[in-house]
C-alpha cells in the first residue's frame, strides 16, 4: 500500500478569476436555455388548447382542392346538442313486490364426523422443556398431555377434538398467553 506524502504534495490550483467568470457563463447559458425551453413548451399548450378539438385544421389550397371534394372527413359535424336525447324508460322490478312474501326455511343437521382431531403445541428432547409447556398451557385453562415417543422426542398435545372448530377455540385461548407453535391434525396417536 502506497504511503501519501503530506509534505511534499502539490497544492490544488486555485480557482483565477477567469475560471470563475467562465463558470458564471456557463450557469447563464443553462438557465436561458432552460427558460427558453420552459417557456416554448408552455407556448405550445396554450397554442393547442386554442385548436378546436376534433376538427381537421388543414386547409384546402389550391393544390388539394381536389382531395377535399373526396374527402368525407371535410363535411360539416354535426353537434351533439341537435338532436335531444331520448327519455329513459322508467324501469320497474319485480322482485321488490315478490320478494317480501317469501320466506326461505332451510334444515340444517350438524355435520357429524368420525374423524378426531389433534393439537400438537410443542415437541421437545428433554422432559422439562415439554413439562414447562404444559404448565403455561394448564395456566390457561386447558388440560394438555405430554407423548413420548420412542426417539426421545417428548409432544405436548391437547385433545382429541370432535371438530376443527373445537380445536381453533382452544388454540387462540393459547395465542393470547403467546404460544402461536399450535397445529391441529387428525387423530392418529
Not at 509534505?7 to 470563475?20: A, F, S, Y
Not at 355435520?111 to 390457561?140: E, N, P, W
Not at 413420548?148 to 409432544?155: A, L, Q
Amino acid at each position: 500500500m502506497a504511503t501519501r506524502d503530506y509534505v511534499n504534495r502539490q497544492p490544488k490550483p486555485r480557482k483565477t478569476q477567469k475560471n470563475r467568470q467562465q463558470q458564471r457563463k456557463v450557469s447563464v447559458i443553462r438557465i436561458v436555455v432552460t427558460f427558453t425551453v420552459l417557456f416554448g413548451f408552455i407556448a405550445g399548450l396554450y397554442w393547442l388548447s386554442l385548436q378546436p378539438f376534433g376538427q381537421n385544421t388543414v386547409t384546402n389550397t389550391p393544390n388539394n382542392t381536389s382531395d377535399a371534394a373526396h374527402n368525407p372527413a371535410d363535411k360539416p359535424v354535426q353537434s351533439i346538442s341537435d338532436d335531444p336525447l331520448p327519455e329513459l324508460p322508467k324501469e320497474e322490478w319485480e322482485f321488490i313486490k315478490i320478494l317480501p312474501g317469501y320466506e326461505v326455511q332451510v334444515d340444517v343437521e350438524a355435520v357429524k364426523s368420525d374423524k378426531l382431531f389433534l393439537m400438537q403445541c410443542g415437541s421437545f428432547r428433554q422432559f422439562d422443556q415439554a413439562d414447562a409447556m404444559k404448565a403455561t398451557m394448564a395456566m390457561a385453562g386447558l388440560e394438555p398431555q405430554i407423548r413420548g415417543s420412542n426417539n426421545g422426542w417428548y409432544r405436548v398435545i391437547l385433545g382429541p377434538y370432535n371438530s376443527r372448530r373445537d380445536a381453533e377455540k382452544d388454540r387462540h385461548k393459547l395465542e393470547r398467553v403467546n404460544i402461536h407453535s399450535c397445529q391441529i391434525w387428525l387423530w392418529n396417536l
